[in-house]
């Protein structure tokens, strides 16, 4: 770069977002609601009150944060949770406004409380030494010190990924190629299902690859799909 150089086009990303007691994804969501606040801001889009509102698609917000629409909604059910937003409905068959919040000094305190927040974190081994994701919640880790004990134990370091809306799915950089090309439009859905069922019933699995495709396998067999979380006309957020 020099003092001449355009920045490519960016999101806006709050600093108080970085400590944010917050899932990743949750985030994300936070991210592109802001920045098309700033177009409804631009375009004259408020209420009655002189209130900015916006009016986002469960489907389209997934298509620009390449998660699932179920984790989507996950996700505006935290940042509503968290005080960041504020969903309001219109009557039937009209989509609900979404009104973005912009927290003050003492609601950024309570979001970054270092006593309630989880380390989340993408680990990868490098120098022979062994990494494991681990969260100061209580979440189980599957025997991941054995499992990424046995992968590293060669000369090439395993990259281990943290992934699901409850970030306790643990995949290879390998594991997760081969799924794309195994389910290459179902493995993400297949990761969210696992994630929510494993945070809701407290069951663990040796290895999260192999138990998303014996699912998948089982859903074919039965002739099953995941549902479809696509908001159809009619509905809104």
Not at 66 to 87: F, Q, Y
Request: net charge positive.
């Amino acid at each position: 770069m020099t003092k001449d150089t355009k920045l490519p086009p960016y999101l806006p990303f709050p600093r108080f977002l970085l400590e944010a007691d917050l899932a990743l994804a949750t985030k994300l969501v936070y991210m592109v609601l802001l920045d098309r606040a700033r177009l409804s801001q631009a375009n004259g889009w408020a209420d009655s009150s002189s209130q900015i509102y916006i009016v986002f698609p469960i489907v389209e917000i997934a298509n620009t944060i390449d998660r699932s629409p179920m984790t989507v909604k996950n996700s505006l059910n935290e940042l509503e949770s968290a005080g960041l937003i504020e969903r309001k409905r219109r009557g039937q068959s009209l989509p609900n406004r979404i009104y973005i919040k912009i927290p003050d000094g003492q609601d950024i305190v309570r979001l970054t409380d270092k006593k309630l927040s989880v380390r989340r974190k993408e680990n990868c081994p490098s120098d022979g030494q062994e990494t494991i994701p681990l969260t100061d919640r209580k979440l189980s880790t599957n025997n991941l010190t054995s499992k990424l004990r046995e992968s590293s134990e060669g000369s090439e370091s395993v990259c281990a990924h943290v992934r699901g809306r409850y970030e306790n799915i643990v995949l290879t950089e390998a594991e997760i190629a081969e799924l794309q090309v195994e389910l290459p439009d179902l493995w993400k859905q297949y990761v969210e299902k696992l994630s929510e069922y494993m945070a809701s019933t407290g069951k663990t699995y040796q290895n999260h690859a192999a138990t998303i495709r014996r699912w998948a396998a089982e859903d074919r067999r039965k002739g099953k799909s995941i549902p479809d979380y696509t908001y159809k006309e009619g509905e809104s957020l």
